[in-house]
T-cell receptor, first 110, second 115 residues
Framework: TQLLEQSPQFLSIQEGENLTVYCNSS?????LQWYRQEPGEGPVLLVT?????EVKKLKRLTFQFGDARKDSSLHITAAQPGDTGLYLC??????????FGAGTILRVKS | DAGVIQSPRHEVTEMGQEVTLRCKPI?????LFWYRQTMMRGLELLIY????????DSGMPEDRFSAKMPNASFSTLKIQPSEPRDSAVYFC?????????????FGEGSRLTVL
């Protein structure tokens, strides 16, 4: 059983569409990170959220940390082929290790 | 700036052989992590070091796996003997303090196939 559940597991959309991916847990996290991983490469950090209810924007990407610090979402507006990749959330339980979710594979078709 | 450097990028070996994966972390980073990624289990932490000292190796699957960090600029992950179920992509990552809140910088990974 994954500590962090990500959904959907796979998403295939057309260029220009909007999408949201989710990261959920029954545990409370002191912080949560989102990474993107492209084929043949290692994950690259997109954002870290640390405050319940926090919203961060990175160009067309909007990240939200749940009020209870148990969940997070990533919303992409007007997706582009360059957004294609594996999106991983990773949470830090208080005093414990960073744990990764299984990821959401996003494919944006042109 | 050079990122985390891993070698080899690809390794194909036969069951029973010894495998050594290498990692050079980013200069100045205090923490080094070894992860394994598979489709079934995702990214799993194997072991991490702080200032060259192993801190937590509870993720190392079994005694066949060992990791060393002889100095601040080099680490190895060794599998002896290797088994087909060890096939995975092995990532090394480094970080500068605030270990579980800071950014992890990953290498490009070493893809291991054990036949």
């Amino acid at each position: 059983t994954q500590l962090l559940e990500q959904s959907p597991q796979f998403l295939s959309i057309q260029e220009g569409e909007n999408l949201t991916v989710y990261c959920n847990s029954s545990s409370v996290f002191s912080s949560l990170q989102w990474y993107r991983q492209e084929p043949g490469e290692g994950p690259v950090l997109l954002v870290t959220v640390v405050t319940g209810g926090e919203v961060k924007k990175l160009k067309r990407l909007t990240f939200q940390f749940g009020d209870a610090r148990k969940d997070s979402s990533l919303h992409i507006t007007a997706a582009q082929p360059g957004d294609t990749g594996l999106y991983l959330c990773a949470g830090v339980e208080y005093g414990n290790k960073l744990v990764f979710g299984a990821g959401t594979i996003l494919r944006v078709k042109s | 700036d050079a990122g985390v450097i891993q070698s080899p990028r690809h390794e194909v070996t036969e069951m029973g052989q010894e495998v050594t994966l290498r990692c050079k972390p980013i200069s100045g980073h205090d923490y080094l992590f070894w992860y394994r990624q598979t489709m079934m289990r995702g990214l799993e932490l194997l072991i991490y070091f702080n200032n060259n000292v192993p801190i937590d190796d509870s993720g190392m699957p079994e005694d066949r796996f060992s990791a060393k960090m002889p100095n601040a600029s080099f680490s190895t992950l060794k599998i002896q003997p290797s088994e087909p179920r060890d096939s995975a992509v092995y990532f090394c990552a480094s970080s500068h303090n605030r270990v579980w809140a800071g950014e992890l910088f990953f290498g490009e990974g070493s893809r291991l196939t054990v036949l």
